[in-house]
């Protein structure tokens, strides 16, 4: 299960993400990102609740940093020790913004 929260300010947009982003939740984070992403420079997405990323997970952040990348950043943070060593195994650490 991931829940997922949005907090929009202008060009800037927080999202939270609490739970698994797996094969079940990816394509709703994938839907919820895109319909959001129009218009916003600086999409920041909090990490300090998420407790485990999968392979799906992991294209839908590379996705939408491929989006990010012609209209402004992305960055993530509060990233766990786990989920960090998955981004360092796949080489995501390298892709993406991790404050």
Not at 12 to 39: H, Q
Not at 42 to 48: F, V
Not at 54 to 78: D, F, I, P, Y
Request: hydrophobic residues 40%; negative net charge; contains cysteine.
């Amino acid at each position: 299960m991931l829940n997922i929260t949005k907090k929009a300010e202008g060009a800037k947009l927080e999202i939270g993400l609490e739970g698994r982003l797996d094969t079940l939740t990816a394509p709703e984070l994938e839907k919820s990102l895109m319909e959001n992403l129009n218009g916003v420079q600086e999409l920041a997405i909090d990490c300090s609740k998420l407790e485990y990323i999968s392979s799906a997970g992991l294209r839908v952040l590379l996705a939408t940093q491929k989006v990010m990348n012609k209209q402004g950043k992305m960055e993530l943070s509060h990233v766990s020790s786990e989920i960090m060593e998955i981004f360092e195994v796949t080489g995501f650490s390298d892709i993406l913004t991790i404050l």
